[in-house]
């Protein structure tokens, strides 16, 4: 059951992003974890989002989810590739 949820979570980051898309402003790799206890639903588990420009195409970035839970014992990521 956890690992179904983190996926579900590591999917949904990823369609906010999409749907959101990557900021204009973004030229070096930035990231935010979102700590357990901090997602409404999913107490057990912590995801981190990373964006970075793909080097050497220029407005491509990838972006990866990474989801762990039972205090980092488990983990899923999801990647994809975006473009501004």
């Not at 070096?28 to 964006?51: C, D, F, K, M, V």
């Not at 989810?65 to 975006?82: G, K, M, N, P």
């Amino acid at each position: 059951e956890k690992m179904t949820r983190a996926v579900t979570l590591a999917q949904e980051k990823l369609e906010d992003v999409r749907r959101d898309g990557v900021p204009n402003s973004l030229t070096a790799a930035w990231a935010n974890t979102e700590p357990y206890g901090s997602i409404a639903g999913a107490s057990h588990h912590q995801r981190t989002l990373t964006i970075q420009p793909h080097f050497p195409i220029s407005g491509l970035h990838t972006v990866t989810v990474e989801v762990r839970w039972d205090h980092d014992a488990h983990s899923t990521t999801l990647t994809t590739y975006l473009t501004k």
